[in-house]
Protein backbone atom coordinates (compact mmCIF):
# COMPACT_ATOMS: atom_id res chain seq x y z
CA UNK A 1 0.00 0.00 0.00
CA UNK A 2 1.53 3.70 -0.80
CA UNK A 3 1.90 5.99 2.31
CA UNK A 4 -0.29 9.16 1.77
CA UNK A 5 -0.37 12.12 3.15
CA UNK A 6 -3.73 12.72 5.06
CA UNK A 7 -3.82 16.59 4.19
CA UNK A 8 -3.73 15.76 0.73
CA UNK A 9 -7.13 14.44 1.19
CA UNK A 10 -9.04 16.72 3.20
CA UNK A 11 -13.00 17.59 2.05
CA UNK A 12 -12.44 20.67 -0.67
CA UNK A 13 -15.06 23.54 0.23
CA UNK A 14 -17.09 21.86 -3.25
CA UNK A 15 -17.55 18.69 -1.30
CA UNK A 16 -19.18 20.03 1.80
CA UNK A 17 -20.94 23.26 0.17
CA UNK A 18 -24.48 21.91 1.23
CA UNK A 19 -27.38 21.84 0.31
CA UNK A 20 -26.66 20.72 -3.11
CA UNK A 21 -29.57 20.36 -5.90
CA UNK A 22 -30.66 16.58 -5.96
CA UNK A 23 -32.92 14.93 -8.52
CA UNK A 24 -35.17 12.16 -7.26
CA UNK A 25 -35.28 9.62 -9.30
CA UNK A 26 -38.39 6.89 -8.47
CA UNK A 27 -42.19 7.44 -8.52
CA UNK A 28 -43.31 5.96 -5.58
CA UNK A 29 -42.02 3.44 -3.23
CA UNK A 30 -38.70 4.95 -2.00
CA UNK A 31 -36.37 7.70 -2.53
CA UNK A 32 -33.22 8.00 -5.16
CA UNK A 33 -31.56 11.23 -4.95
CA UNK A 34 -28.52 12.07 -7.67
CA UNK A 35 -26.56 15.08 -7.24
CA UNK A 36 -24.01 15.82 -9.61
CA UNK A 37 -20.30 17.44 -8.98
CA UNK A 38 -19.85 16.73 -5.29
CA UNK A 39 -15.75 16.34 -6.45
CA UNK A 40 -14.61 18.61 -8.95
CA UNK A 41 -12.63 17.32 -11.61
CA UNK A 42 -9.27 18.10 -10.25
CA UNK A 43 -10.27 15.71 -7.38
CA UNK A 44 -12.20 13.19 -9.26
CA UNK A 45 -8.70 12.60 -11.11
CA UNK A 46 -6.96 12.70 -7.65
CA UNK A 47 -8.79 10.39 -5.93
CA UNK A 48 -9.57 8.00 -8.98
CA UNK A 49 -5.59 7.53 -9.16
CA UNK A 50 -5.16 7.36 -5.38
CA UNK A 51 -7.63 4.84 -5.04
CA UNK A 52 -6.54 2.29 -8.12
CA UNK A 53 -3.13 2.19 -6.41
CA UNK A 54 -3.74 1.95 -3.04
CA UNK A 55 -6.70 -0.47 -2.73
CA UNK A 56 -6.06 -4.13 -2.46
CA UNK A 57 -8.53 -4.87 -5.25
CA UNK A 58 -9.50 -8.59 -5.97
CA UNK A 59 -11.04 -10.08 -7.96
CA UNK A 60 -14.55 -11.00 -7.16
CA UNK A 61 -15.98 -13.98 -6.08
CA UNK A 62 -19.77 -15.44 -5.71
CA UNK A 63 -22.16 -18.30 -6.00
CA UNK A 64 -24.53 -18.71 -9.25
CA UNK A 65 -25.94 -21.47 -9.79
CA UNK A 66 -24.18 -23.33 -7.00
CA UNK A 67 -20.67 -22.47 -8.25
CA UNK A 68 -18.30 -20.43 -7.68
CA UNK A 69 -17.24 -17.45 -9.74
CA UNK A 70 -14.76 -15.42 -10.58
CA UNK A 71 -15.29 -11.88 -12.30
CA UNK A 72 -13.76 -10.16 -14.17
CA UNK A 73 -14.49 -6.76 -11.66
CA UNK A 74 -12.25 -6.20 -8.97
CA UNK A 75 -13.95 -5.41 -5.10
CA UNK A 76 -12.46 -3.92 -1.64
CA UNK A 77 -14.74 -4.30 1.63
CA UNK A 78 -13.50 -1.54 3.60
CA UNK A 79 -15.01 -0.85 6.97
CA UNK A 80 -14.79 -0.37 11.39
CA UNK A 81 -13.58 -3.73 12.83
CA UNK A 82 -16.49 -6.02 12.79
CA UNK A 83 -18.39 -5.34 9.85
CA UNK A 84 -17.95 -7.80 7.98
CA UNK A 85 -20.20 -8.85 5.06
CA UNK A 86 -21.97 -11.70 3.15
CA UNK A 87 -22.97 -11.00 -0.34
CA UNK A 88 -23.92 -13.92 -3.04
CA UNK A 89 -22.66 -16.49 -0.29
CA UNK A 90 -19.17 -15.05 0.28
CA UNK A 91 -18.45 -13.52 3.12
CA UNK A 92 -16.31 -10.03 3.46
CA UNK A 93 -13.88 -9.21 6.40
CA UNK A 94 -12.93 -5.48 5.98
CA UNK A 95 -9.89 -3.81 5.07
CA UNK A 96 -8.95 -0.68 6.66
CA UNK A 97 -10.16 2.91 5.76
CA UNK A 98 -7.21 4.97 4.18
CA UNK A 99 -6.87 8.43 4.15
CA UNK A 100 -8.81 9.02 0.63
CA UNK A 101 -11.55 7.10 1.88
CA UNK A 102 -12.49 8.83 5.13
CA UNK A 103 -12.66 12.12 2.91
CA UNK A 104 -14.94 10.49 0.63
CA UNK A 105 -16.66 9.12 3.57
CA UNK A 106 -17.07 12.38 5.19
CA UNK A 107 -18.66 14.41 1.97
CA UNK A 108 -21.34 11.24 1.67
CA UNK A 109 -22.11 11.46 5.56
CA UNK A 110 -23.24 15.33 5.22
CA UNK A 111 -24.97 14.58 2.10
CA UNK A 112 -27.17 11.73 3.58
CA UNK A 113 -27.22 13.27 7.32
CA UNK A 114 -25.89 9.56 8.03
CA UNK A 115 -22.92 8.14 9.63
CA UNK A 116 -21.73 5.04 7.48
CA UNK A 117 -19.01 2.53 8.78
CA UNK A 118 -18.27 0.55 5.78
CA UNK A 119 -17.84 0.97 2.30
CA UNK A 120 -17.83 -1.76 -1.04
CA UNK A 121 -15.95 -0.62 -4.05
CA UNK A 122 -16.28 -1.82 -7.17
CA UNK A 123 -13.31 -1.43 -10.27
CA UNK A 124 -15.04 -1.85 -13.70
CA UNK A 125 -12.15 -1.61 -16.49
CA UNK A 126 -14.17 -1.54 -18.96
CA UNK A 127 -18.28 -1.56 -20.17
CA UNK A 128 -18.30 -5.88 -20.33
CA UNK A 129 -17.89 -5.39 -16.71
CA UNK A 130 -21.27 -4.58 -15.05
CA UNK A 131 -23.87 -5.61 -12.02
CA UNK A 132 -26.51 -7.58 -12.71
CA UNK A 133 -29.99 -6.90 -11.28
CA UNK A 134 -30.06 -6.99 -7.39
CA UNK A 135 -31.25 -5.09 -4.03
CA UNK A 136 -28.92 -3.88 -1.01
CA UNK A 137 -31.07 -5.99 1.52
CA UNK A 138 -28.67 -8.43 3.45
CA UNK A 139 -29.43 -9.26 6.58
CA UNK A 140 -26.12 -7.62 8.17
CA UNK A 141 -27.44 -4.08 6.55
CA UNK A 142 -29.02 -1.40 8.67
CA UNK A 143 -32.72 -1.67 7.34
CA UNK A 144 -33.59 2.07 7.41
CA UNK A 145 -30.30 3.33 6.79
CA UNK A 146 -29.42 5.29 3.39
CA UNK A 147 -27.19 3.95 1.14
CA UNK A 148 -24.41 6.30 -0.95
CA UNK A 149 -23.14 5.64 -3.87
CA UNK A 150 -19.90 7.73 -5.30
CA UNK A 151 -18.81 7.21 -8.74
CA UNK A 152 -15.18 8.29 -10.31
CA UNK A 153 -14.37 7.81 -13.83
CA UNK A 154 -16.13 6.44 -16.85
CA UNK A 155 -19.85 7.38 -17.29
CA UNK A 156 -22.34 4.25 -16.85
CA UNK A 157 -25.93 4.07 -17.20
CA UNK A 158 -27.53 3.03 -13.53
CA UNK A 159 -31.09 1.26 -13.99
CA UNK A 160 -34.05 0.76 -11.64
CA UNK A 161 -37.03 -1.65 -11.84
CA UNK A 162 -39.92 -1.97 -9.35
CA UNK A 163 -40.20 -6.23 -7.86
CA UNK A 164 -43.87 -5.53 -8.22
CA UNK A 165 -45.10 -3.06 -10.99
CA UNK A 166 -43.77 -2.52 -14.84
CA UNK A 167 -41.87 0.70 -13.65
CA UNK A 168 -38.41 1.44 -14.58
CA UNK A 169 -35.98 3.90 -14.67
CA UNK A 170 -32.48 5.21 -15.35
CA UNK A 171 -29.44 7.64 -15.30
CA UNK A 172 -25.86 7.99 -15.99
CA UNK A 173 -23.72 7.99 -13.47
CA UNK A 174 -21.47 11.07 -14.09
CA UNK A 175 -17.66 11.49 -12.60
CA UNK A 176 -17.63 12.91 -8.90
CA UNK A 177 -21.56 12.52 -8.54
CA UNK A 178 -23.05 10.44 -5.63
CA UNK A 179 -26.57 8.30 -5.40
CA UNK A 180 -28.27 8.03 -1.89
CA UNK A 181 -31.25 5.49 -2.14
CA UNK A 182 -32.91 6.04 0.91
CA UNK A 183 -35.58 3.05 2.38
CA UNK A 184 -37.97 1.50 1.72
CA UNK A 185 -35.93 1.52 -1.76
CA UNK A 186 -34.43 -1.98 -1.50
CA UNK A 187 -37.64 -3.50 -0.55
CA UNK A 188 -39.62 -2.43 -3.73
CA UNK A 189 -36.80 -1.52 -6.32
CA UNK A 190 -33.79 -3.94 -7.62
CA UNK A 191 -31.35 -1.76 -9.50
CA UNK A 192 -28.15 -2.67 -12.04
CA UNK A 193 -25.14 -1.26 -13.52
CA UNK A 194 -25.77 -1.43 -17.19
CA UNK A 195 -23.02 -3.18 -19.55
CA UNK A 196 -22.34 -1.60 -23.07
CA UNK A 197 -20.78 -2.47 -26.27
CA UNK A 198 -19.08 1.50 -26.35
CA UNK A 199 -15.90 2.35 -25.24
CA UNK A 200 -15.90 3.50 -21.92
CA UNK A 201 -13.29 4.73 -18.85
CA UNK A 202 -12.46 2.48 -16.61
CA UNK A 203 -14.93 3.45 -13.49
CA UNK A 204 -14.44 3.49 -9.38
CA UNK A 205 -17.47 2.99 -7.71
CA UNK A 206 -17.64 3.28 -3.63
CA UNK A 207 -21.01 2.43 -1.79
CA UNK A 208 -21.01 3.77 1.79
CA UNK A 209 -23.50 1.80 4.15
CA UNK A 210 -24.35 1.35 7.70
CA UNK A 211 -23.91 -2.19 8.73
CA UNK A 212 -25.04 -3.47 12.37
CA UNK A 213 -21.87 -5.05 13.55
CA UNK A 214 -21.04 -8.58 14.10
CA UNK A 215 -22.21 -9.44 17.90
CA UNK A 216 -25.63 -7.49 17.71
CA UNK A 217 -27.03 -9.98 14.70
CA UNK A 218 -28.77 -12.74 16.07
Not at 72 to 97: H, I, M, N, Q
Not at 185 to 204: A, D, G, N
Amino acid sequence: MIGMRTDLFEPTPTELDLPKVALNLLPKDGSVTYISNVFDSNSCSTLFASLRASVNWQQDQLFMFGKLITTKREVAWVGDAGCSYTYSGVKKFPLAWTPELLRIKQAAEALANHTFNSCLLNLYHDGDQGMGWHSDDEIELEQNAPIASVSFGGERKFSFKHKFEKLGTSIVLENGSVLLMHAPTQHFWQHSLTKTKRSVLPRINLTFRAIRQEQQIT
